[in-house]
């Protein structure tokens, strides 16, 4: 190999991108030569995919949309998402379509729908799909942090101290995954749900939030617990783990202070990946009726309400399937590009 071509290696494997040389393989002239950090690196890696950032700047505003849009639209229009609006029914109890005008038999005043009418009651549709919006992540985004730091934790104990804490874990996923949780979702609803609706943590949170958050969590640690007990079952055997313990730092220092540094990007990466499937989850339960329960506005009883109307009004179905669809789009996304920043060898 050449020196040139030797140079060019060094300095890539310090962290240098392909920009910082002049054809010839020399460093570029007037250009600093640095080594580029870690995170450097997984930006300069994620920026480079368009998708994956038009995904998160898809998020960032949903974000916005839902929570201070979604109250800045109620003072707009004067009403809020539960109220009842009998002129928003025609004479054949079919709801009205978007921009429609109907009186408020509480201020006096005309209002503006501006996605029409719900199906059933009358109630504005475009309120209720931004609070919606706002229970639905809420559900799912709380539900992967408490998964993600059960099943850390766990995974991190078993693969670390392995012997009777591995089998612990290991018994306490196999109960986790053979037990039927679609059954557990229905006895809970029918026995302690009503208790559990009722805890809002002073209306930060909607009603029916706890119960999913709850069963999710319930029977989700198990999976991020798998991928980090392997990580950490194969980062136990490095020589800086080794090092470590010959310096007699203790088990929990290693595992905080050597370990979890490794294990940061399966964390986010896995993240974004389930609080997708926890929003699609949520839809599917609130559209069977054994996840948020009427009045509360989720995308899912959304959606179970629009099949009364596809016919005549498809609108109802159209605005909640967008919603779901293109935010566990742009979570999958953002995940996959995530991946590719982290492991750039995962493309290959």
């Given at each position: 190999m050449s020196t040139t071509s030797q140079t060019t290696d060094e300095l890539l494997g310090r962290g240098l991108g392909e920009s910082d040389f002049a054809p010839d393989g020399q460093p570029a002239a007037g250009g600093e030569i640095r080594a580029r950090g870690y995170w450097e690196q997984v930006w300069r890696r994620f920026k480079r995919d368009r998708v994956a950032i038009a995904s998160m700047v898809f998020l960032v505003l949903l974000v916005i949309v839902v929570y201070p849009g979604a109250w800045v639209a109620e003072k707009i229009v004067g009403h809020g998402p539960n109220q009842i609006f009998p002129d928003?029914?025609?004479d054949g109890f079919l709801p009205v379509g978007p921009w429609s005008h109907v009186e408020n038999y509480e201020t006096g005043k005309t209002d503006l729908l501006v996605l029409g009418a719900d199906g059933s009651l009358g109630r504005d549709e475009f309120l209720r799909l931004l609070y919606g919006g706002r229970v639905s992540l809420q559900v799912a985004l709380i539900s992967t942090l408490l998964v993600m730091l059960i099943g850390v934790t766990?995974?991190?104990?078993?693969?670390?101290?392995?012997?009777?804490?591995?089998?612990?874990?290991a018994r306490l996923t196999e109960i986790t995954m053979a037990f039927p949780a679609l059954l557990f979702v229905i006895a809970l609803a029918s026995t302690a749900g009503s208790r559990l609706n009722g805890i809002t943590f002073g209306g930060l949170l909607g009603e029916g939030v706890v119960t999913l958050v709850l069963v999710f969590t319930i029977f989700g640690w198990y999976y991020p617990a798998r991928i980090i007990r392997a990580k950490v079952f194969s980062l136990r055997e490095k020589e800086f783990i080794e090092a470590a313990l010959m310096t007699g730092a203790s088990d929990a220092r290693i595992i905080r202070s050597h370990l979890l540094p490794h294990l940061v990007a399966p964390i986010i990466v896995y993240s974004t990946l389930i609080v997708a499937a926890y929003i699609l989850s949520e839809a599917a339960l609130s559209f069977l009726g054994v996840g948020i329960q009427l009045p509360t506005a989720s995308w899912g009883n959304l959606l179970s309400d629009a099949p009364n109307f596809y016919t005549t009004v498809p609108l109802l179905m159209l605005w909640p399937g967008l919603a779901v669809v293109l935010t566990t789009l742009a979570f999958n996304l953002l995940g996959d590009g995530l991946r590719d920043a982290f492991d750039p060898r995962s493309r290959l």
């Amino acid at each position: 190999m050449s020196t040139t071509s030797q140079t060019t290696d060094e300095l890539l494997g310090r962290g240098l991108g392909e920009s910082d040389f002049a054809p010839d393989g020399q460093p570029a002239a007037g250009g600093e030569i640095r080594a580029r950090g870690y995170w450097e690196q997984v930006w300069r890696r994620f920026k480079r995919d368009r998708v994956a950032i038009a995904s998160m700047v898809f998020l960032v505003l949903l974000v916005i949309v839902v929570y201070p849009g979604a109250w800045v639209a109620e003072k707009i229009v004067g009403h809020g998402p539960n109220q009842i609006f009998p002129d928003a029914l025609d004479d054949g109890f079919l709801p009205v379509g978007p921009w429609s005008h109907v009186e408020n038999y509480e201020t006096g005043k005309t209002d503006l729908l501006v996605l029409g009418a719900d199906g059933s009651l009358g109630r504005d549709e475009f309120l209720r799909l931004l609070y919606g919006g706002r229970v639905s992540l809420q559900v799912a985004l709380i539900s992967t942090l408490l998964v993600m730091l059960i099943g850390v934790t766990m995974g991190a104990v078993a693969g670390y101290y392995r012997g009777w804490a591995d089998t612990i874990v290991a018994r306490l996923t196999e109960i986790t995954m053979a037990f039927p949780a679609l059954l557990f979702v229905i006895a809970l609803a029918s026995t302690a749900g009503s208790r559990l609706n009722g805890i809002t943590f002073g209306g930060l949170l909607g009603e029916g939030v706890v119960t999913l958050v709850l069963v999710f969590t319930i029977f989700g640690w198990y999976y991020p617990a798998r991928i980090i007990r392997a990580k950490v079952f194969s980062l136990r055997e490095k020589e800086f783990i080794e090092a470590a313990l010959m310096t007699g730092a203790s088990d929990a220092r290693i595992i905080r202070s050597h370990l979890l540094p490794h294990l940061v990007a399966p964390i986010i990466v896995y993240s974004t990946l389930i609080v997708a499937a926890y929003i699609l989850s949520e839809a599917a339960l609130s559209f069977l009726g054994v996840g948020i329960q009427l009045p509360t506005a989720s995308w899912g009883n959304l959606l179970s309400d629009a099949p009364n109307f596809y016919t005549t009004v498809p609108l109802l179905m159209l605005w909640p399937g967008l919603a779901v669809v293109l935010t566990t789009l742009a979570f999958n996304l953002l995940g996959d590009g995530l991946r590719d920043a982290f492991d750039p060898r995962s493309r290959l």
